[in-house]
């Protein structure tokens, strides 16, 4: 934060030089508002097109290294769910519950009662040591069984 504080005050202090040795070199003493607004706004186009590059290719470079580490994690998503201990039908309603549905859905989707949904979801918190559906799917993107 500072660093960019620095590097806009070098940048303004560095535009007034330029202008007061126009001003003198030219010997005018009377330039116009416009022309100032113009080398100002020139200026600082150029520090929002170099930020805009640099932010850039920091989220592709963050991209990068999500997909590398995505691959690198080549641990099958069987093998987790049994490090887990959860079954293939509690990763099911662990799935829906990601995409956002009530316990009546996710019973209308997997064709069960919704009692047994309840017991599923009481069975994944346990199993992930979480206390509600939030928390049970950020600690399970975490564990990377969710994308």
């Known amino acids: 934060m ?3 504080v620095i590097l806009y005050g070098i940048g303004l202090a560095l535009l ?8 003198y070199r ?3 003493r009377d330039l116009s508002m416009e022309f100032y607004i113009t080398l ?3 200026l600082f186009t150029g520090i929002g097109v170099w930020v805009g590059i640099k932010l850039r290719n920091k989220t592709v470079a963050q991209t990068e290294k999500a ?3 995505l691959e690198s994690s080549s641990i ?3 093998q987790l769910l049994a ?7 509690e990763f099911e309603v662990l799935e829906l519950i990601a995409e956002g549905c009530t316990n009546q859905e996710i019973a209308d989707r997997l064709f069960i009662s919704l009692n047994t949904v309840k017991t599923h979801s009481s069975n994944l918190f346990a199993k992930l040591d979480v206390k ?8 399970a993107k975490e564990l990377t069984l969710l994308g």
Request: charged content about 30%; proline content about 3%.
């Open 2 to 4: 500072s660093r960019t």
């Open 16 to 23: 007034m030089v330029v202008l007061k040795s126009i001003e």
């Open 26 to 28: 030219y010997m005018l």
């Open 40 to 42: 100002v706004a020139l």
């Open 67 to 69: 997909a590398e580490k």
């Open 76 to 78: 099958p998503k069987e």
């Open 83 to 89: 490090r887990t201990g959860i079954s293939q039908r």
């Open 132 to 139: 509600r559906r939030t928390q049970a799917v950020q600690k």
